[in-house]
């Protein structure tokens, strides 16, 4: 897909538990991370919120990304819906899900997603007595945090942004922004939200994201290059663990920021994003690095597109 001579660089699937010839499929499609949500990681109160249908299987269900990585998709993300069920018991079955996978396959998860019980039309938080609160939500994105330090850490835009700005904090490494939930959401006509699957609480668009990003100092990196140089599954995890990757997300974090600019940003935010830009420069150590990231952020200016170490 191209627009504006830029294209979707990597296409991330969320699909329910299938066998391992349909995940091998998926990986020959070159998927990105295949992402399965648990829900509850307890049996019992799975059972009754699947009583029937193809996810009532809960073995099934649970085992999805053995099958995944048996098929080739070495990137899997993880995660439950908190509030289900009690909350120590389903951080126990992340972290524990998380250490299967590495022992089996030498390969965690690529990310977790922590969303938790919101509003959505037919839901409401006061009919689920395990909702977490704040202060508790921080705690256990910090421990997941601080227990599977080489995952990518998701927060959706179901929370505010208040809690999203806290969480980063606490060891949220990405998130979404702009975000439609309807079905066929984001088609260029806008449409009626009734098919929303849950209510989004960070309704900023992508730009304002972006720039609030920026002023915190943090910064917004649209980089791929992992995937798309074969980086995936246990050579990625190599690099994760031992800190090296560090050395290409940097520079392919500015180059990548830099083509947001050019191509999308409001002049506020373009400002915001050169100017940090320019600062962040100095973190790349490698002096050859830096001299190929400066060349490359002016050819990108120029016109030129898609960089990447
Ligand atoms: S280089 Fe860093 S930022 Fe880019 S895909 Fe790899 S881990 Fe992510």
């Known amino acids: 897909m191209n627009e504006g001579g830029n294209s979707i660089r990597r296409v991330n699937v969320n699909i329910a538990a299938t066998d391992v010839e349909s995940y091998r499929k998926l990986k020959a499609a070159g998927i990105g991370t295949y992402i399965l949500f648990q829900e509850t990681y307890n049996r ?3 059972l009754k919120l699947h009583p029937t249908g193809p996810k009532s299987n809960y073995e099934w269900h649970t085992e999805a990304m053995d099958r995944a990585q048996e098929g080739g998709c070495d990137d899997v993300g993880i995660g439950v819906l908190f509030g289900l069920s009690g909350y120590r018991y389903e951080l126990v079955g992340l972290l524990m899900h998380a250490e299967h996978l590495e022992a089996r396959f030498g390969v965690g998860p690529h990310t977790i997603s922590v969303p938790r019980i919101c509003p959505a039309e037919d ?3 006061q009919d689920f007595k395990d909702a977490l609160p704040d202060s508790i939500f921080r ?5 997941l945090r601080v227990a599977v330090p080489y995952t990518g850490m998701i927060i959706s835009t179901r929370e505010s942004a208040r809690m999203r700005e806290q969480l980063l904090h606490c060891g949220i490494s990405q998130i979404s922004g702009g975000s439609r939930t309807s079905v066929g959401g984001y088609t260029t006509v806008e449409r009626h939200d009734e098919t929303a699957q849950f209510d989004i609480a960070d309704t900023r668009p992508l730009d304002s ?5 920026l002023e915190n100092d943090h910064i917004p990196s649209f980089c791929t290059a992992c995937y798309r140089e074969g980086r995936t599954g246990d050579r990625f995890m190599s ?3 031992s800190g090296k990757i560090g050395l290409c997300c940097t520079p392919n974090a500015l180059m990548t920021l830099k083509e947001y600019l050019m191509d999308y940003a409001s002049p506020e935010t373009r ?3 050169e100017a940090l830009i320019e600062k962040s420069l100095a973190d790349i150590p490698l002096e050859r690095t830096r001299e190929i990231t400066v060349r490359h952020l002016k050819e990108i200016e120029e016109g030129a597109r898609d960089f990447r170490f």
Do not use: D, F, H
């Not at 705690?139 to 421990?143: D, T, Y």
């Not at 994201?209 to 990003?213: F, G, I, K």
């Open 271 to 273: 400002a915001a994003g």
């Open 123 to 125: 839901i409401s938080v």
């Open 139 to 143: 705690k256990l994105v910090a421990v």
């Open 44 to 46: 019992e109160q799975y």
């Open 209 to 213: 994201v972006v720039r609030w990003l």
């Open 239 to 241: 690099l994760c663990k």
